[in-house]
């Protein structure tokens, strides 16, 4: 498989796309902060990220009340809701499941630690466990579906080895057990977006296995959306693994959607020597990858200078 290795000449050809709509990203517990941003008139809406432990407090018991909440405030001010249904974490204080999950064997401790990073995995790749998250996407979509612009799965990057000490963690199983989640969502959620943000895949580093190409097949056959959560212009990392495949599949997807988030404001452009501008990520996002919309982090600087507000 041949490395995506792009030049800024080869960007400046490719052919001018419409800018991508601006949404606001913020976990749950800062949407309150965010208010202020949502009423500007260049922003279209807003991605809240919520736990799985926060919307299934317990078994079969669901609380949805935070996400009815952000979906009032967001539809009084005419912006659009986009949710980010976490079952992973990137910090070891907290796994983001259900205690129940944790608790009974059937899960097997429900999630798995990183290897190497901080944070933990929700054990997808085990079936029982997979089944309790199809039961509460099934119960987002009824209440939801058509009423949230969509819904987005978090990266697919795993720090995780197979062995006993990541409970039976299989690079195809994951594989197979995160596009059967995707395609479960696409079934339940019949009028809003369902994005998978496929940035990278264990054991298939510039698409080693083929799992990038499969999973860019699989979305377009299943009309799943796909995305990341950095934009990061010409990162070669990125370049070598979902980027070129965006950038290949450009028109072909129902929705892009990528994020700019915290760590990315202080990316350093490797075409210009220079921390990444508002415009570098734009462009590269919208005519590169072909995205759709941005999800941009509300410290980005050219959120905090400005004043375009809607009065409503």
Known sequence: MRLFVLSAALLLASAASAAPQNYLYVSADDFEAAKPLLRR????????????????????RYDFSEVERDLAFAKKLHKQLFIQLQDRSFTDEWPPLPRYLRQEPAYDGGAAHKE???????????PA???????LVKALAIRFDGRIRGINFPETAADL?????????????????????????RSVFRKSSVVLYANFWPCDWANKRGYMERTFDFAVAHHIGLGGPDVLPFQKAQMNNSYGFLHRYKGKLDLV??????????????????????????DFAG??????IIFWAPSAPWLQAGERTNPD
Do not use: M
């Open 161 to 185: 080895k197979a062995g006993t000490t990541s409970h039976g963690f299989d690079c195809d199983t994951y594989f197979a057990a995160e596009l059967d989640n995707a395609a479960y969502a």
């Open 257 to 282: 959607a990528v994020a700019v988030q915290e760590p990315d404001l202080d990316y350093v452009n490797p075409q210009t020597g220079k921390t990444a501008t508002r415009q570098d990520q734009q």
């Open 129 to 135: 466990v997979r089944d309790r998250y199809r039961r």
């Open 116 to 126: 190497e990073n901080p944070g933990w995995i929700a054990l997808q790749w085990v």
């Open 41 to 60: 008139d260049d922003i279209s809406g807003i991605q809240v990220l919520f736990s799985w432990a926060a919307l299934e407090p317990e078994k079969d």
């Open 287 to 292: 005519d590169y990858l072909g995205a759709d």
